[in-house]
């Protein structure tokens, strides 16, 4: 099955720069159909939306994030990014992947999530 992995790491500096990334593995995934996606949920929040890459390669970011927000994509290594810069505690938060099919219907896969603290 395919299966979504976060990696980084999980205690951050206050002004430094947050790099996870979600690496995409098992079954067989055509790439460039899918629509890769970030979201994270702070301690005692909901899920907020972060930004997305779609399967053309186009970016849209939250409004509140959108200064500080960069998600890439590395088809060759079936890997999706997202960059956070001047992080603060209020960025502490459970970080997710997302991975869906851009048809209708189509399948949707969830990385386990990391959880990312930003202390210094």
């Known amino acids: 099955q395919v299966q979504l992995q976060e990696s980084g790491p999980g205690l951050v500096k206050p002004s430094q720069t947050l790099s996870l990334t979600c690496t995409v593995s098992g079954g067989s995934i055509l790439t460039n159909y899918y629509s890769w996606t970030w979201i994270r949920q702070p301690p005692g929040k909901g899920l907020e939306w972060m930004g997305v890459?779609?399967?053309?390669?186009?970016?849209y970011y939250s409004p509140s994030l959108k200064s500080r927000i960069s998600i890439s994509r590395d088809t060759s290594k079936n890997q999706f990014s997202l960059q956070l810069s001047s992080m603060t505690p209020e960025d502490t938060a459970v970080y997710y992947c997302?991975?869906?099919?851009?048809?209708?219907?189509?399948?949707?896969?969830w990385g386990r999530g990391t959880q990312v603290t930003v202390s210094s």
């Open positions: 997302n991975l869906r099919e851009t048809v209708p219907g189509g399948d949707e896969y």
């Open positions: 890459i779609r399967s053309d390669g186009s970016t």
